[in-house]
């Protein structure tokens, strides 16, 4: 009886091509808080909260929130906040993964298992 360990095929590349969108102009925000904004109806309703870069690396959610502001969306009912959490790492993104040169590169190695 033979005890090895299944290999598996390695996993697909794919390249990711999305742009990080320029922040700068969201940093103010209208609340008090750096990169958060929000709006209210004049009629009643629920207050929904988005939330994007939460550790600064996240482009996809920093470009929907980018793009919903642009847009002037604003409610019909009730509250309205979009929130950039963590400027400060996106504006310095190190932490993999991260884009460089304008586009996201998915190069990352997991950080070796300490002996015990």
Same mark, same amino acid.
């Given at each position: 009886?033979?005890?090895?360990? +299944?290999?598996?095929?390695? *996993?697909? !590349?794919?390249?990711?091509?999305?742009?990080? $969108?320029?922040?700068? =102009?969201?940093?103010? #925000?209208?609340?008090?808080?750096?990169?958060?904004?929000?709006?209210?109806?004049?009629?009643?309703?629920?207050h929904v909260l988005l939330l994007a870069v939460v550790?600064?690396?996240?482009? +996809?959610?920093?470009?929907? *929130?980018? !793009?919903?502001?642009?847009?002037?969306?604003? $409610?019909?009912?009730? =509250?309205?906040?979009? #929130?950039?959490?963590?400027?400060?790492?996106?504006a310095g993104c190190g932490t993999p993964p991260c884009?460089?040169?304008?586009?996201?590169?998915?190069?990352?190695?997991?950080?070796?298992?300490?002996?015990?």
């Amino acid at each position: 009886m033979e005890t090895g360990t +299944a290999t598996q095929p390695p *996993l697909p !590349r794919f390249d990711v091509k999305l742009r990080p $969108p320029d922040l700068a =102009r969201r940093t103010a #925000g209208n609340t008090g808080i750096p990169g958060f904004h929000s709006f209210t109806a004049d009629a009643a309703g629920p207050h929904v909260l988005l939330l994007a870069v939460v550790h600064g690396n996240e482009i +996809a959610g920093a470009i929907a *929130l980018d !793009r919903l502001l642009a847009a002037g969306l604003r $409610p019909q009912r009730g =509250r309205l906040s979009l #929130g950039f959490v963590n400027l400060a790492a996106y504006a310095g993104c190190g932490t993999p993964p991260c884009w460089m040169g304008g586009a996201v590169r998915w190069n990352w190695t997991a950080p070796a298992k300490s002996a015990r």
